[in-house]
């Protein structure tokens, strides 16, 4: 059978367009596959933000020589720790020294804990965070507070919010990953402040929404 080369052109770009097309279909597919794969495999194992005004799984944790605040918290209030144009619940706390000690370490607070039991993998700590700060005479507080994510004794992320001015807000997205063995692990979100704080005292004020924690499996 005789064909021109007109035709052996036309024949050639029918064989490039079916090559192409089935090599789309197998890079869509492929890209479906990963994405299933890693949502299959990234798991939230705790998503907190206060809506119920409960803890749970979380409960409140203090330093030898700390304070979290008044009497009874942490509590949940209404607060914009996120910036995102409006109010949710958030917890409350205003921590630092019950004594001044400089025998000990300085920063002193307390925070939030939890207990999870893991295969070996990575661990992605997620938390927003804010501190306020109002006082009827001075203009600035130096510290505002030190949040850090802590796994098994492990600091894995610490974020200083430094000064912060009389009537201002700080806000921060303090995220950090870890790995893990297989057992039991403790995790913590600590705040601590380097000066006495008493109740009544105008001091800075913390808050905490949205704490995530998400686990991916090792391979």
Known sequence: MFVNSEGKAEHFRIRRMVSLSQWLRIFVWSALVMSSFGICEASMVIETNFENNGLVPWKRFVTPNGTVGEVGWPTVV????????????????????????????????????????????????????????????????????????????????????GAV????????????????????????LRITRPFVSHPGQHAPLQYLDNLRIRFLPQE
Do not use: C
């Open 78 to 161: 209404s607060f914009e720790t996120a910036q995102e144009g409006h109010g949710s619940k958030a917890l409350i706390f205003k921590v630092g020294q019950v004594l001044y000690d400089p025998e000990i370490t300085r920063e002193q607070g307390g925070g939030l804990e939890t207990q999870l039991r893991t295969e070996a993998g990575a661990l992605h700590l997620s938390a927003q965070i804010a501190v306020a700060y109002h006082s009827p005479k001075d203009k600035r507080n130096l510290a505002g507070g030190l949040f850090q994510w802590i796994v098994d004794d492990h600091v894995i992320v610490s974020h200083d919010m």
């Open 165 to 188: 001015l009389n009537g201002g807000v700080l806000r921060h997205h303090l995220q950090g990953q870890h790995f893990v063995h297989a057992g039991a692990h403790t995790i913590r």
